[in-house]
């Protein structure tokens, strides 16, 4: 085999399996295991911590994981590289020092920061941040690779810098290697995410043999920054091309998928199936990055509460309407916001009481904690016998909890201080890439063909849209985002020319009156849409059924559409 860096993933987040990291050190060969613990939700949970003690702010469960396995990585050769420092890389990577050192493990460690900006938050345009911290990229983990470094630790990086960043320690590449540097940051996307990549979360989920555990990814790097996806012989799960383009599509936003180091272009992504559980990605090309970079913001928005009514039989509009009007005659000091949603998940004739009921859910928000605790939680409790008929409420009286919102922000390359502390305590610093370019906005709609083409694939069958096509959805800060794949390069002609951003909007109504940016992917037979302000402001905000996106496309996917007969019979053969 031509040089390779073989690197591997043990997280995918904050409470992913315990077990994994020694798993992967277990199952087979590996040069690195990576993880990812950081997302926008787990930043606010950090930042909650470090308020209560500033010693914490970084992932726990890391250091379980390293006082189960850092010896057999030692033995085995293995470099651990993982984004788990959070919010407080130094105090992690101290702590990682003062961990081998009871286990009396010789092990060098370094860490990656620079990336926290809270101090300069006002200077900076990011007033009233909770945290404000600037994805940095993969330089530094490099600098930490190429000083012998056993253990990396960094703060908010991009999630793919975990991956790429060995990778330019080990092929030598520099700034200008953006085709190297994009085809790694594919890889790094599509394996950070765990098990995603190897049947997880997968639209077509009944057709993978064993998906009781499945095992995590492996990239096998090249030196032009082409890969192989694959997995541990004899793990759960399955890698092909269609698990991996599912990955590809998430969270992502447009052809051009920007990063501190590169912008890679993604619609010249070309997947190949290379072998049982091995997909090849290649011919990926890479631009210079953006002169700004992403800084996630998080901040306390004020304090939630929320209690759900559950409405059974007949008359479940009417019931919904009395108990909304009495819940707000009841409040003697109306919240700031109060969200209802109801759900309609009651049956005909039901045969059971669940398929007799629906729910209706309410959420108080205000800044002022008493608005939204038990003041609010009471009123909904005391009209429970003075209501509708078979009135119950799914939990107790409760106070309010503080909730954060994520706000992106931009600052400048040049801004955050990105640093690395090497194992021998001296520090370096990154400079920002000299090279850059603006990134060019999404085009248009994206639409590549005219509905009237779809009268040429002759008679259609009314079915769900999933009976067809994948589908993969995910959130980023208030937006979110669906991929749809075909698997057939005549499915994804007439996908192209069925799923316009309208059709969306008819399919999915809660997306009416959003923008949307639609954006077709023909080298992976796959549509993108970008949706904005779907989830408000952001996850922990979010009062809707599904406050991640994660089953958006799912959603989609049922959706009852007119689906040509001749790709169905295809699909079935």
């Not at 937006?479 to 309208?502: H, K, M, Q």
Request: charged share 20%; net charge negative; proline share 6%.
């Amino acid at each position: 085999m031509a040089d390779v860096l073989r690197v591997g993933n043990c997280s995918a987040f904050y409470g992913d399996r315990l077990s994994a990291m020694r798993e992967m050190l277990e199952g087979g060969e590996l040069d690195v295991l990576t993880g990812d613990y950081l997302a926008e939700l787990t930043m606010l949970i950090l930042g909650k911590d470090r308020m209560r003690d500033p010693s914490l702010g970084y992932a726990h469960t890391f250091l379980r994981q390293l006082e189960d396995c850092l010896g057999l990585a030692l033995d085995k050769g293995v470099r651990i590289v993982a984004n788990a420092g959070g919010l407080n890389p130094l105090g992690l990577a101290d702590a990682v020092g003062e961990l081998a050192g009871r286990l009396g493990l010789d092990a060098s460690v370094a860490a990656v920061h620079g990336d926290d900006l809270t101090a300069r938050a006002g200077e900076l345009g990011l007033d009233g941040a909770l945290a404000a911290n600037a994805y940095l990229g993969a330089f530094g983990i490099a600098e930490a690779c190429r000083a012998g470094a056993d253990v990396v630790v960094t703060g908010r990086v991009t999630d793919g810098s975990v991956i790429i960043g060995p990778a330019i320690a080990h092929f030598g590449w520099g700034r200008g290697d953006l085709d190297a540097l994009a085809g790694a940051t594919v890889a790094g996307h599509i394996i950070e995410c765990g098990t995603q990549a190897t049947g997880g979360n997968y639209a077509f989920f009944t057709e993978i043999p064993d998906l009781t555990r499945p095992g995590y990814p492996i990239a096998e790097i090249e030196a032009d920054g082409s890969f192989t996806v694959t997995k541990h012989p004899g793990t759960g799960g399955a890698v092909t091309v269609d698990t991996v383009t599912s990955q590809l599509l998430y969270e992502i936003q447009g052809e051009r998928y920007a990063g501190p180091d590169v912008t890679t272009r993604l619609d010249s992504v070309r997947l190949t199936q290379d072998g049982p559980d091995r997909v090849r990605g290649s011919g990926i090309r890479g631009e210079a990055p953006p002169p700004d970079v992403k800084v996630s913001c998080s901040t306390l928005g004020g304090f939630r509460n929320e209690m759900t009514f559950v409405l059974t039989g007949l008359d479940i509009d009417a019931k919904a309407e009395l108990v909304q009007r009495q819940v707000e005659d009841a409040l003697k000091v109306q919240p700031a916001e109060l969200t209802w949603t109801l759900a309609h998940t009651e049956h005909d004739d039901p045969d059971t009481a669940a398929r007799a009921a629906a729910t209706l859910t309410v959420v108080a928000r205000d800044p002022d904690e008493k608005k939204a605790g038990r003041a609010f939680s009471n009123a909904a409790v005391e009209i429970a016998l003075a209501s509708y008929p078979g009135c119950f409420i799914t939990s107790p009286p409760g106070g309010g909890s503080a909730y954060g919102v994520f706000t992106p922000g931009y600052v400048p390359q040049s801004i955050p201080e990105h640093s690395v502390r090497l194992p021998d305590g001296s520090t370096v610093r990154i400079d920002p890439p000299a090279e850059t370019r603006a990134l060019e906005p999404l085009g248009g709609e994206g639409e590549l063909v005219t509905a009237g083409d779809l009268a040429a694939y002759g008679p259609t069958r009314r079915v769900p849209l999933g009976a067809l096509i994948g589908a993969r959805s995910g959130d980023k800060g208030g937006n979110a985002n669906i991929g749809v794949w075909a698997r057939s390069d005549e499915a994804y002609a007439w996908l192209d020319a069925f799923l316009t951003t309208d059709r969306l909007r008819e399919l999915l109504p809660e997306t009416a009156g959003l923008k949307i940016a639609r954006t077709p992917l023909p080298g992976v037979c796959s549509v993108n849409f970008a949706i904005e302000g779907i989830l408000g402001k952001g996850v922990a905000y979010a009062a809707r059924f599904d406050p991640q996106a994660k089953a958006l496309g799912e959603w989609l996917r049922a959706r009852v559409v007119d689906i040509p007969v001749c790709l169905l019979d295809g699909a079935q053969s």
